[in-house]
Nanobody
């Protein structure tokens, strides 16, 4: 079992910045990838940013140039620096990881509880 703890959400004005953090703990043999997803009311959950074990990253087109994902494999953490926030960024943000609990265990997806980000005047 892998647990994810998210922090950093809140209310900011358009143009402001927030930094989301996520720490993974529990039975972790290897982390294959970590990422951030978000879901706004009435919409489907979408990928925001993802980082692989080798450091490769990908971003949703809507956040390129504004958001930066980073990780620390030694600490099993992943951060999302969000700059120049827009009202369209308002959503619940979820941390996600693909991890193995053992050398022969299957790769599984784990999700955090979510943290609210609201961008409004």
């Amino acid at each position: 079992q892998v647990q994810l703890m998210e922090s950093g959400g809140g209310l900011v004005q358009p143009g402001g910045s927030l930094r989301l953090s996520c720490a993974a703990s529990g039975s972790i043999f290897r982390v294959n990838a970590m990422g951030w997803y978000r879901q706004a009311p009435g919409k489907q959950r979408e990928l925001v940013a993802r980082i692989g074990g080798g450091g490769s990253t990908n971003y949703a087109d809507s956040v390129k140039g504004r958001f930066t994902i980073s990780n620390d494999n030694a600490k099993n953490t992943v951060d999302l620096q969000m700059n120049n926030l827009k009202p369209e960024d308002t959503a619940v943000y979820y941390c996600q990881t693909e991890s193995r609990a053992g050398p022969l265990a299957p790769m599984r997806n784990y999700w955090g509880q979510g943290t609210q980000v609201t961008v409004s005047l």
